[in-house]
């Protein structure tokens, strides 16, 4: 049934071929119709099952909360330069009112103002409301001193999360700023600056209003976008406005350089590399394929006619696409590539056999059906065991990998359809023009490959010592793939040199905190609250957002309100000043001294403790103990003031006279008792936390390390799960995606396997012709590991992918080796070899050309991918030249020894 079909359509195509063509053109144009309505959708959400809650909660937030989408400027250089950089863009930014919502980069100083110590915990306030009992120098810096070691000193989990150790950091560069300014005014030989002096009360009682590193080197600046960032072009478009402004201004600030990151920035990157990744590599592959063909056949035209098929293949691949999905993936993005790899495989056995037959057969309609006839089959049962392969992928319950197997499935028949249907019409057309415009019958180039036809003749000679070193290899590659490794860093599978994976680490490393984050919503203030401090406990955690921060719950509020009333009450008492003299100035020094040795113990401390940061901050103060060289910051100004008293005396007086009416009057709007409700709350922090509907609240979980390394992946993820089994964001579903990918790929490998084995016994209609085709298909896969592993190289989240591919890409050697054994017979090894072997060499160069050509993309996922591919078509070609022709060759002599011996039998 299949030959008679195939014989009739030889000789309607090769009597029609312009007919063919003509129908051909019409789907084609149809299917490109189809394939521009395909949308790209390249974010990582979009490979997990559609039912995944975890997925369906991250799409629901980034739709409700404009605030789970951030676009951070990463700003480096010298401290001042960088802030007036900083005050020179953001009105700028505000001005992109289309894309830009928000601007953070500096502290919410007015509501802070207003509210600080109801924000503050309770067990604090009980600490710090007697440091405001006496506002004059000397009383003041010894209440200081007391908080410190009442705080720091004696109190074993003063620095025992990041929160406390950030209030720590800022508490000291607050107190170091209003110590320069005792400082200034101490230096000072004229008036001292009032705007100076309550610029320190402002440092001192807030911090630095700047979100700046502690060590002054880089500021980060917060864009929070109108658009949720599942609005691909609005991703791009508001990346590409702000990359202008930060170009536009650069020039002006030659010390500060800025650039972009975060999620949004990343996909915008993400796809433009893809696209020319994608765009690049099939160029590249197109260019390859063909000239593997050219220097094969040796025929310029035949390479184009045979690239003209495979175009047209993917188009109407791409349209059927469109209709199906609608969509293609970060993974599937890459199906053009894949395509031109494996599907000139069909053409290259149309071809290689017709030009073959052509040098044989008197015309082109005899010589078309014999080629149909000796290669059709083959093509038939490796596209449809090929795709069947590929479509096995479909039971997996991540989008990514299910959808991946629809389209290249669909893009393999398609590739199989056309090459049957449109590629011999295309063939004789050709020939039949040639020979009109030079008015001679033009026949094929046809080249032998007499390599392949000796080896053939060595193998049937010794079947079984080929066998054993077959045997032996696959053993030793075994071994290697045993031992291979996994490399789970997805930030190795971008693009080398990527500005905004490189900004991410400058986040980790400045902040202690990664810009990747978790988030989960709640549906009141008190669950909001409960879940940020179980949140704020956990080591592996930075910054934790949430409501509370603003507006603690009532509860909490109440208990706090007495502690800020008895600061009111405290500041109303005591508003005398009192002058430092002779007889008290040697009490200010003390202080200054005491002060300095408790910062030399909290800097012990944090350094036990690795507590970096604030060891880098008490040393920036009082100097490094290990450092000969090192000055104490304090204790260069107790020893000024030691030098020079009545002069410090004078100055301090007036310092004194400037800040303590500033400070009294600061401290005491601070001490508001008003309870802090969501009525009073300014709209811009309730956008950030409450959804439009006003029913759920938002908590966001910074990482305090990369996320992207696997171990911490892991272990961030495992205390995000104890803190809410409701928790999502890019990491935790990163990993989900990671478990998914394993247990899937598992299973499909599995069902296409049985698949494959089906449709050859269905095909052959003999379980040992069946068998004979799985087994290069199985050694090849373990050839494919061990090789990798051989090279140096490891698996990755993208390229584990291929495993499950591989055997659909596989299978097709074997299977045409299988096919011309049974049309020529088991013992036409050498003839076999030479023609059908010849076709399978130059498919395995193709496709790996195909496969190599994504080395030269930027995405690095796809190259690791790319090379694994290339690896598994080259180890396939191996193991089914090394094993079938052995086996076969074995099993010939074992029959012809056994018909030899039958006949001595009969003879006797």
Same mark, same amino acid.
């Given at each position: 049934?299949?030959?008679?079909?195939?014989?009739?359509?030889?000789?309607?195509?090769?009597?029609?071929?312009?007919?063919? !063509?003509?129908?051909?053109?019409?789907?084609?144009?149809?299917?490109?119709?189809?394939?521009?309505?395909?949308?790209?959708?390249?974010?990582?959400?979009?490979?997990?099952?559609?039912?995944?809650?975890?997925?369906?909660?991250? =799409?629901?937030?980034?739709?409700?909360?404009?605030?789970?989408?951030?676009?951070?400027?990463?700003?480096?250089?010298?401290?001042?330069?960088? /802030?007036?950089? #900083?005050?020179?863009?953001?009105?700028?930014?505000?001005?992109?009112?289309?894309?830009?919502?928000?601007?953070?980069?500096?502290?919410?100083?007015?509501?802070? @103002?207003? *509210?600080?110590?109801?924000?503050?915990?309770?067990?604090?306030?009980?600490?710090?409301? =007697?440091?405001?009992?006496?506002?004059?120098?000397?009383?003041?810096?010894?209440? !200081?001193? =007391?908080?410190?070691?009442?705080?720091?000193?004696?109190?074993?989990?003063?620095?025992?999360?990041?929160?406390?150790?950030?209030?720590?950091?800022?508490?000291?560069?607050?107190?170091?700023?209003?110590?320069?300014?005792?400082?200034?005014?101490?230096?000072?030989?004229?008036?001292?600056?009032?705007?100076?002096?309550?610029?320190?009360?402002?440092?001192?009682?807030?911090?630095?209003?700047?979100?700046?590193?502690?060590?002054?080197? %880089?500021?980060?600046?917060?864009?929070?976008?109108?658009?949720?960032?599942?609005?691909?072009?609005?991703?791009?478009?508001?990346?590409?406005?702000?990359?202008?402004?930060?170009?536009?201004?650069?020039?002006?600030?030659?010390?500060?350089?800025?650039?972009?990151?975060?999620?949004?920035?990343?996909?915008?990157?993400?796809?433009?590399?893809?696209?020319?990744?994608?765009?690049?590599?099939?160029?590249?592959?197109?260019?390859?394929?063909?000239?593997?063909?050219?220097?094969?056949?040796?025929?310029?035209?035949?390479?184009?006619?045979?690239?003209?098929?495979?175009?047209? #293949?993917?188009?109407?691949?791409?349209?059927?696409?469109?209709?199906?999905?609608?969509?293609?993936?970060?993974?599937?993005?890459?199906?053009?590539?894949?395509?031109?790899?494996?599907?000139?495989?069909?053409?290259?056995?149309?071809?290689?056999?017709?030009?073959?037959?052509?040098?044989?057969?008197?015309?082109?309609?005899? @010589?078309?059906?014999?080629?149909?006839?000796? +290669?059709? +089959?083959?093509?038939?049962?490796?596209?449809?065991?090929?795709?069947?392969?590929?479509?096995?992928?479909?039971?997996?319950?991540?989008?990514?990998?299910?959808?991946?197997?629809? %389209?290249?499935?669909?893009?393999?028949?398609?590739?199989?359809?056309?090459?049957?249907?449109?590629?011999?019409?295309?063939?004789?057309?050709?020939?039949?023009? !040639?020979?009109?415009?030079?008015?001679?019958?033009?026949?094929?180039? *046809?080249?032998?490959?007499?390599?392949?036809?000796?080896?053939?003749?060595?193998?049937?000679?010794?079947?079984?010592?080929?066998?054993?070193?077959?045997?032996?290899?696959?053993?030793?590659?075994?071994?290697?793939?045993?031992?291979?490794?996994?490399?789970?860093?997805?930030?190795?599978?971008?693009?080398?040199?990527?500005?905004?994976?490189?900004?991410?680490?400058?986040?980790?490393?400045?902040?202690?905190?990664?810009?990747?984050?978790?988030?989960?919503?709640?549906?009141?203030?008190?669950?909001?609250?409960?879940?940020?401090?179980?949140?704020?406990?956990?080591?592996?955690?930075?910054?934790?957002?949430?409501?509370?921060?603003?507006?603690?719950?009532?509860? /909490?509020?109440?208990?706090?309100?007495?502690? $800020?009333?008895?600061?009111?009450?405290?500041?109303?008492?005591?508003?005398?000043?009192?002058?430092?003299?002779? /007889?008290?100035?040697?009490?200010?020094?003390?202080?200054?001294?005491?002060?300095?040795?408790?910062?030399?113990?909290?800097?012990?401390?944090?350094?036990?403790?690795?507590?970096?940061?604030?060891?880098?901050?008490?040393?920036?103060?009082?100097?490094?103990?290990?450092?000969?060289?090192?000055?104490?910051?304090?204790?260069?100004?107790?020893?000024?003031?030691?030098?020079?008293?009545?002069?410090?005396?004078?100055?301090?007086?007036?310092?004194?006279?400037?800040?303590?009416?500033?400070?009294?009057?600061? $401290?005491?709007?601070?001490?508001?008792?008003?309870?802090?409700?969501?009525?009073?709350?300014?709209?811009?922090?309730?956008?950030?936390?409450?959804?439009? #509907?006003?029913?759920?609240?938002?908590?966001?979980?910074?990482?305090?390390?990369? %996320?992207?390394?696997?171990?911490?992946?892991?272990?961030?993820?495992?205390?995000?799960?104890? $803190?809410?089994?409701?928790?999502?964001?890019?990491?935790?579903?990163?990993?989900?995606?990671?478990?998914? !990918?394993?247990?899937?790929?598992?299973?499909?490998?599995?069902? @296409?396997?049985?698949?494959?084995?089906?449709?050859?016994?269905?095909?052959?209609?003999?379980?040992?012709?069946?068998?004979?085709?799985?087994?290069?298909?199985?050694?090849?896969?373990?050839?494919?590991?061990?090789?990798?592993?051989?090279?140096?190289?490891?698996?990755?989240?993208?390229?584990?992918?291929?495993?499950?591919?591989?055997?659909?890409?596989?299978?097709?050697?074997?299977?045409?080796?299988?096919?011309?054994?049974?049309?020529?017979?088991?013992?036409?090894?050498?003839? %076999?070899?030479?023609?059908?072997?010849?076709?399978?060499?130059?498919?395995?160069?193709?496709?790996?050309?195909?496969?190599?050509?994504?080395?030269?993309?930027?995405?690095?996922?796809?190259?690791?991918?790319?090379?694994?591919?290339?690896?598994?078509?080259?180890?396939?070609?191996?193991?089914?030249?090394?094993?079938?022709? @052995?086996?076969?060759?074995?099993?010939?002599?074992?029959?012809?020894?056994?018909?030899?011996?039958?006949?001595?039998?009969?003879?006797?």
């Amino acid at each position: 049934m299949k030959e008679k079909i195939l014989r009739n359509w030889a000789r309607f195509a090769a009597t029609h071929p312009w007919w063919v !063509i003509t129908g051909l053109f019409v789907l084609v144009v149809l299917a490109a119709i189809s394939a521009s309505t395909l949308r790209m959708d390249m974010r990582w959400s979009d490979l997990l099952p559609m039912g995944d809650p975890m997925a369906q909660e991250f =799409d629901r937030i980034l739709k409700e909360y404009k605030s789970a989408s951030t676009i951070f400027i990463v700003v480096q250089g010298e401290e001042h330069q960088m /802030k007036q950089f #900083a005050d020179e863009i953001v009105p700028q930014i505000e001005q992109l009112t289309e894309y830009v919502d928000r601007v953070d980069y500096k502290l919410d100083k007015e509501f802070f @103002a207003e *509210h600080g110590f109801m924000l503050t915990t309770t067990k604090d306030l009980e600490r710090t409301a =007697d440091m405001f009992e006496d506002l004059n120098l000397i009383p003041f810096l010894t209440n !200081i001193n =007391d908080n410190f070691e009442e705080e720091y000193i004696e109190e074993e989990e003063a620095l025992s999360t990041k929160e406390k150790e950030d209030n720590a950091v800022r508490s000291l560069d607050g107190l170091h700023f209003w110590l320069k300014a005792m400082d200034v005014s101490i230096s000072q030989s004229e008036k001292i600056d009032p705007a100076y002096v309550e610029l320190a009360v402002d440092r001192f009682l807030y911090g630095d209003p700047y979100f700046i590193s502690q060590d002054k080197r %880089v500021l980060l600046i917060s864009v929070k976008p109108t658009f949720n960032a599942m609005d691909v072009d609005k991703d791009i478009a508001s990346t590409i406005a702000l990359q202008e402004i930060l170009d536009k201004t650069l020039p002006d600030f030659p010390g500060v350089r800025a650039g972009l990151t975060g999620m949004i920035p990343l996909q915008k990157d993400e796809m433009e590399h893809t696209t020319s990744s994608m765009k690049i590599s099939s160029i590249v592959a197109l260019v390859l394929v063909l000239g593997l063909f050219i220097l094969t056949f040796r025929m310029w035209s035949t390479a184009l006619l045979a690239g003209l098929n495979l175009i047209i #293949a993917i188009i109407i691949a791409a349209g059927v696409v469109g209709i199906v999905l609608g969509r293609l993936n970060l993974m599937t993005s890459m199906f053009a590539v894949i395509l031109i790899g494996l599907g000139i495989d069909y053409a290259i056995h149309i071809i290689s056999v017709y030009s073959e037959r052509r040098s044989i057969d008197k015309n082109a309609v005899s @010589a078309m059906e014999q080629t149909l006839l000796r +290669s059709g +089959s083959g093509i038939i049962t490796g596209g449809l065991t090929t795709a069947a392969a590929f479509f096995a992928l479909t039971i997996s319950v991540t989008q990514g990998i299910r959808e991946m197997g629809i %389209v290249l499935g669909i893009g393999i028949l398609c590739a199989m359809v056309t090459t049957l249907a449109g590629l011999p019409a295309i063939l004789v057309a050709r020939e039949r023009f !040639i020979s009109r415009v030079s008015r001679k019958p033009i026949k094929p180039y *046809h080249v032998e490959f007499k390599v392949l036809e000796n080896f053939g003749k060595s193998v049937i000679r010794r079947p079984l010592l080929y066998l054993v070193i077959a045997c032996m290899l696959t053993g030793f590659f075994l071994f290697q793939a045993w031992h291979v490794k996994f490399d789970y860093n997805m930030l190795n599978m971008e693009p080398k040199g990527l500005l905004t994976v490189e900004l991410q680490d400058t986040i980790i490393e400045a902040f202690d905190m990664s810009p990747d984050f978790a988030m989960v919503t709640t549906n009141s203030i008190e669950e909001s609250w409960e879940i940020a401090e179980k949140a704020k406990g956990m080591p592996s955690f930075s910054m934790v957002e949430n409501i509370g921060d603003f507006s603690p719950p009532e509860e /909490k509020q109440l208990k706090r309100r007495p502690h $800020v009333e008895y600061i009111r009450k405290l500041l109303q008492l005591n508003k005398k000043q009192i002058p430092l003299s002779r /007889k008290n100035i040697d009490k200010l020094i003390e202080q200054l001294e005491r002060l300095d040795m408790n910062i030399y113990e909290l800097s012990q401390l944090a350094f036990i403790g690795g507590q970096d940061k604030v060891d880098e901050k008490c040393k920036s103060i009082i100097g490094d103990p290990e450092d000969e060289n090192a000055e104490s910051f304090i204790l260069s100004l107790a020893l000024k003031i030691k030098h020079n008293p009545e002069r410090a005396i004078r100055n301090l007086n007036l310092f004194q006279k400037l800040y303590e009416p500033e400070l009294r009057k600061k $401290v005491y709007n601070m001490a508001n008792p008003e309870l802090i409700t969501l009525d009073n709350l300014p709209l811009h922090i309730k956008e950030r936390y409450i959804n439009d #509907a006003g029913d759920t609240y938002l908590v966001t979980i910074y990482a305090r390390g990369q %996320v992207w390394d696997f171990e911490y992946l892991r272990r961030f993820t495992d205390q995000l799960e104890r $803190v809410s089994p409701k928790i999502t964001g890019n990491p935790p579903m990163f990993l989900r995606l990671i478990d998914y !990918i394993g247990r899937d790929g598992l299973r499909a490998i599995i069902l @296409a396997i049985f698949i494959v084995l089906l449709l050859l016994w269905i095909d052959f209609r003999n379980w040992r012709m069946a068998l004979l085709g799985i087994i290069p298909l199985l050694a090849g896969g373990i050839w494919m590991i061990g090789l990798l592993k051989t090279f140096g190289m490891m698996l990755t989240f993208v390229n584990v992918m291929g495993l499950p591919m591989i055997l659909g890409i596989g299978i097709d050697d074997g299977v045409h080796l299988l096919h011309r054994y049974k049309y020529e017979g088991l013992n036409k090894t050498p003839l %076999v070899l030479k023609s059908t072997g010849k076709a399978i060499l130059l498919t395995s160069l193709t496709t790996m050309a195909g496969f190599g050509s994504l080395l030269l993309g930027t995405y690095r996922g796809f190259a690791s991918l790319g090379m694994l591919l290339a690896i598994g078509v080259a180890a396939c070609f191996l193991t089914t030249v090394l094993f079938l022709p @052995a086996i076969i060759g074995l099993t010939q002599g074992k029959d012809e020894k056994q018909n030899a011996i039958k006949a001595n039998q009969g003879i006797d």
